[in-house]
């Protein structure tokens, strides 16, 4: 039996030509499965990582859906909503909407926070077709009289796990609460724990449910190493291995904003240029940041968890863990920035003596041992058994020999 094509999908042939212009062929397994039913009416709700296609799968069937009958737009209404965790994300939702959309009539717009509110209110006032946003700033356009939801008809929220650990949940209510009962909803997750659970039975009727997830937890071309090593030492082993031009476009993530901007500026001053992008830079300058991060203007991004879901930048050849996340899950969500589209990718995580932990529950979850990196000394080895006792020394002398990689500066 041969894949479906988007038209036997029953996708519309303006859609289907946006799609040929993007170089979308064949549909993914989620778009495959979620869109005859969104296109039925049906609610679903999604397990689906990032990279896996689930913007494409719920945009088209909206889109497709407001093309049809010509409904007329009502100032300050909004017919359908998304809701996304972050700027980023959020924005990236909206480029594609902009794609898919190119030869319909719809109208559509990104509200998020860290801008000017004047051009969103201007662009609430005349009414929308499709809104996309961050919970906290359309929460603020709520109250303050700028938009209205009470003629929306469509509902999706993205990343849903992700707006939970951020302290979204709260905003969700209340805006769910201003929504027509009588609407289609969708809840897309990567991981679906108890409380995402609870509140995908309270707003979804009767949802068909997709399981996207990988049998593993971690793609299986992203080759996964880690460095144990001091804490002093790891911005020195971080600028030797970027070195090596191997390491073509690389992602490094820490827990804090203060050590992304240290790392940054480390790596500046070392030669390499770098940019970091966390929750304080201004919307301005993490646009800018992406941007050259994407256009190869900054070879290395420092970035923290928070902006983790909203970076979708082909070709990552490496991501670096210069520390462990503490939540095993946002380890997965991390490494998944690279190997994307079928490619193949490296993970490097950096482990001190305090980070014991967070690697046992990383382990655990992947239900995978990293590899330790080649090339360490001996004394450098975790003991046999792996009870992830730290060596006595943790000072590095080579780097991993992949990929043709050099022997680090001693």
Do not use: W
């Amino acid at each position: 039996m041969t894949n479906p094509s988007f038209i036997d999908l029953g996708v519309a042939e303006p859609l289907c030509r946006a799609l040929i212009a993007e170089g979308y062929t064949q549909p993914t397994p989620i778009q495959t499965q979620a869109i005859p039913l969104l296109l039925a009416g049906r609610d679903i709700l999604g397990l689906a990582q990032t990279g896996t296609g689930k913007t494409a799968a719920f945009a088209l069937p909206i889109l497709q859906r407001l093309s049809v009958g010509h409904e007329q737009r009502k100032p300050k209404s909004v017919r359908a909503l998304i809701l996304a965790p972050t700027r980023e994300l959020a924005i990236q939702i909206g480029d594609s909407f902009r794609a898919y959309g190119r030869f319909l009539h719809l109208k559509h717009t990104v509200i998020v926070g860290g801008v000017s509110q004047g051009p969103q209110v201007k662009a609430l006032a005349a009414g929308l077709d499709i809104l996309i946003a961050t919970p906290g700033r359309l929460l603020d356009h709520m109250e303050q009289g700028n938009v209205r939801l009470d003629a929306s008809s469509v509902l999706v929220l993205d990343e849903a796990d992700r707006m939970l650990d951020m302290g979204f949940i709260r905003d969700i209510r209340r805006i769910v609460a201003k929504l027509p009962r009588a609407r289609q909803s969708m809840l897309f997750s990567a991981t679906m724990p108890a409380d995402v659970e609870q509140l995908a039975q309270s707003i979804l009727h009767e949802p068909a449910r997709i399981d996207i997830s990988p049998p593993k937890r971690t793609a299986e071309n992203i080759d996964q190493q880690v460095f144990f090593v001091a804490t002093a030492e790891k911005r020195a082993l971080l600028a030797s291995l970027l070195e090596s031009d191997a390491f073509e476009r690389v992602l490094v993530f820490t827990r804090t904003k203060h050590v992304a901007n240290r790392v940054a500026e480390h790596l500046d001053k070392a030669g390499f240029s770098a940019d970091a992008i966390h929750g304080n830079k201004s919307q301005g300058a993490r646009q800018r940041a992406l941007e050259r991060f994407r256009s190869g203007a900054a070879r290395v991004l420092v970035a923290t968890d928070i902006a983790a879901r909203g970076i979708d930048i082909d070709n990552v050849t490496h991501v670096v863990n210069f520390e462990l996340p503490n939540e095993p899950e946002s380890y997965v969500h991390r490494i998944g920035r690279t190997a994307r589209a079928g490619a193949a990718g490296i993970a490097i995580s950096f482990c001190d003596a305090s980070e014991n932990e967070y690697l046992r529950q990383i382990e655990k979850l992947t239900r995978s041992p990293l590899t330790v990196a080649h090339g360490r000394p001996a004394a450098d080895q975790p003991p046999a058994g792996r009870n992830y006792a730290r060596p006595k020394t943790s000072r590095f002398n080579r780097r991993p020999q992949h990929n043709g990689a050099r022997s680090a500066a001693r």
